[in-house]
């Protein structure tokens, strides 16, 4: 305890005196005992010796201030830059070239969460040479885990440990042996292996993954993955990142993986390779200095669905969605306008060829902001909107629309009731191209009179807030040309559908309740339109949708509906409960759609629960049923353990796998995953995939 508050006393006086000492050779030295004698001191009793770089104790010190060299013996103590912590019974320091000795030796490195125990070590610079030592960075006294080994050695520098003869203890039982072992101490790029993936499935056999990671500069990396699944097949990966600049970053991943032919029978795979690839590139800046410009490149494409189910690392195991979508993208901004243009390509790879589906090459948008016209509450803005619409077969088109709303806007009865009247022309032309028909152009301009009437009201009570507002919002339309010769239906143009809305009234209210510290209790939203019937003259109802969220309890409960007055029936309603509260949370959403063509509906429930044991156990259970197959189309159960110095994951999944087979069929299957964290040195993932089973 005396020797603490020495210490402790020490770290002060550095702190306060560091600038004093702009040499940081010679030691300052503290003890009950000194002799000087020809350059030498020798001090004992409660020693006490630093500089800018070394805080030291011990019961006994030899100082040759002429080499500067240093001998200490029992009880030694050194803190090096801050960081690096050892004891010892007998140490040897030589400030000028940093060559050390201790005997025994441990070293506590702060920063990378490690320990080291050796019987001895020669420290020359930044490198420790270390004779039949421990390594962990769990608990000194009893370890969960820790590396032994004969000789090592450590680059405090390159953040590097080399170990020879190692054995892996848990506890203390051994569990794997092996000559050579070498790993990083920090989470700096390095070049080497990464973790593996092991896995094993009964149809498959062995699953191994050895993703090996080249960190050549630091604007740019490549991994390489080389998998094995043995009775499967085989595959590679490749990932490559790159940064041109500080505003940007590429990222692209391709893979090929080859199936053995009899499993391909087996399975009435379709193809006997699957490959494909991801392309990824975001660059603010681009021409500009500030953030007004960039490019955004988004591409994919892959033979079939079994291209992610190869890939090594692929967890989501239940890919159903066959329709891709590829995009190039460039943006300009400023104050005044924001400008796009656009080309998206779209690959269905369930069908042979694309040759009948639309493309998008290119889209042009133009906006202008919100701006003054003429004076302060006369506002208009602009927006004008290209496509051209293309395939190799069918019927294309090139599409031209303009947008102009003119606002006027104003307030009576103290601020109480706001109004604002929009004029709002809306210009549309189509261009059809057909090599077998011939059709017209479609040209089609209306102007849409807007009123809009809403007022915002708040009062406050005793106990609670209440907010509402009402809106309503009259719209009437007077149609300037309308040229519009072709059934779009017919020719497969429905996505250029033209609004020819004549009147149309919309209301709605939105309300809240807030406790007295503002925090929301109930809001209530809801909203109805009418639209003008020119056969019978009357107004009919629209759809109706309704929004209902309840704040209580560490819980919040939300219903979102849509009723059809047409059909008389709820057409779309989504209710959630989420609830959580320290060591618990439980997730539930439902969902029921139905189609208003066929009255079919899709009806599922997702939910989700999870205790929090203590501080270090966690587990959950998720799951998706689909009532309208009544089918489990998931179901996940997982166990985290995340202790101070390892952790666990263990997550079983039960899915629905997509697959391109001869016979459209899809599969189930069950797969665990195991994690397995050994802090500060490395993670190993193993995959284990029970038998496929027709869905």
């Known amino acids: 305890m005396h020797k603490q508050l020495i210490i402790i006393y020490f770290l002060l006086q550095t702190l306060i005196c560091a600038k004093e000492f702009s040499d940081d050779k010679y030691l300052q030295i503290i003890a009950e005992n000194l002799e000087i004698k020809n350059g030498i001191i020798n001090a004992s009793g409660d020693v006490v010796a630093y500089n800018l770089n070394y805080y030291i104790t011990a019961d006994k010190l030899i100082y040759d201030k002429n080499n500067s060299t240093v001998e200490l013996f029992d009880d030694v103590n050194i803190i090096k830059n801050n960081e690096i912590l050892s004891f010892s019974n007998y140490a040897f320091l030589n400030i000028n070239n940093e060559f050390n000795k201790f005997e025994p030796f441990f070293m506590l490195d702060n920063q990378n969460k490690l320990w080291f125990n050796a019987k001895k070590s020669v420290v020359n610079k930044d490198k420790y040479s270390l004779d039949t030592s421990t390594i962990s960075s769990c608990d000194c006294k009893d370890p969960a885990w820790s590396i032994g080994f004969s000789k090592g050695d450590y680059n405090t520098t390159k953040q590097w440990v080399d170990t020879y003869s190692t054995t892996l203890y848990i506890n203390s039982i051994p569990i794997l042996y092996t000559p050579y072992f070498g790993f990083p101490t920090d989470t700096t790029r390095k070049t080497g292996l990464l973790k593996p993936t092991l896995g094993w499935s009964h149809r498959e056999g062995l699953h191994y993954a050895q993703p090996v990671y080249f960190a050549f500069k630091d604007n740019y990396d490549i991994e390489y993955i080389p998998q094995l699944r043995n009775q499967r097949g085989y595959g590679h990966a490749l990932k490559y990142r790159y940064k041109d600049s500080l505003y940007s970053l590429l990222s692209f991943e391709t893979s090929l993986f080859k199936e053995k032919d009899n499993y391909q029978k087996e399975m009435l795979l379709e193809n006997n390779e699957h490959y494909g690839f991801n392309l990824n590139y975001k660059r603010n ?393 050994l802090k500060q040195l490395f993670k190993l993932n193993q995959v284990y995939k029970f038998d496929e089973r027709n869905q």
């Not at 779309?572 to 208003?596: G, P, R």
């Open 285 to 677: 800046k681009l021409f500009s200095k500030n953030n007004s410009d960039g490019l955004l490149i988004s591409l994919v494409d892959m033979n079939d669905v079994d291209y992610i189910n190869t890939k090594y690392d692929n967890d989501s195991m239940d890919y159903t969605n066959k329709f891709l979508e590829s995009k190039i993208k460039y943006f300009f901004n400023t104050n005044n306008y924001y400008n796009d243009i656009e080309l998206k390509y779209y690959n269905d790879i369930s069908k042979q060829n694309n040759d009948n589906i639309l493309q998008t090459l290119p889209s042009i948008n133009t906006h202008k902001y919100l701006t003054n016209l003429i004076f302060n509450k006369l506002l208009y803005s602009l927006d004008i909107e290209f496509e051209n619409k293309t395939r190799q077969v069918g019927v294309t088109a090139n599409s031209t629309n303009i947008n102009i709303p003119i606002s006027y806007e104003f307030s009576i009865f103290d601020d109480y009731l706001n109004i604002n009247f929009k004029e709002q022309v809306q210009y549309t032309n189509i261009q059809y191209r057909d090599e077998e028909n011939e059709y017209s152009d479609t040209n089609f301009i209306k102007s849409n009179h807007i009123i809009n009437i809403y007022t915002d009201l708040v009062k406050p009570y005793r106990n609670f807030v209440h907010t509402v507002k009402f809106d309503s919002s009259i719209t009437y339309s007077d149609i300037l040309k309308e040229d519009i010769l072709v059934d779009q239906s017919d020719i497969d143009l429905s996505y250029l559908d033209i609004s020819t809305t004549n009147r149309d009234i919309e209301l709605g209210i939105n309300q809240s309740i807030y406790n007295n510290s503002l925090k929301e209790i109930v809001n209530h939203k809801i909203e109805q339109s009418f639209s003008y019937d020119k056969l019978t003259s009357n107004y009919k109802k629209e759809k109706l949708n309704n929004d209902l969220s309840f704040y209580f309890f560490n819980s919040k409960l939300t219903n979102r509906l849509t009723y059809d007055n047409k059909i008389k029936k709820i057409v779309n309603s989504s209710t959630s409960f989420n609830f959580k509260k320290d060591k618990y949370y439980l997730d539930i959403s439902y969902l029921n759609k139905k189609d208003i063509q066929t009255l079919s509906n899709q009806e599922n429930i997702n939910y989700s629960i999870g205790l929090k044991f203590n501080k270090y156990y966690n587990g959950s259970y998720k799951e998706e049923y689909d009532f309208s197959t009544n089918t489990v189309k998931k179901k996940e159960y997982m166990l985290n353990i995340d202790k101070k110095c390892w952790g666990i994951n263990i997550k079983l999944v039960d899915s629905i796998v997509a697959t391109n087979t001869t016979d459209d069929s899809s599969l189930r299957q069950d797969i665990l995953y195991v994690e397995f964290n």
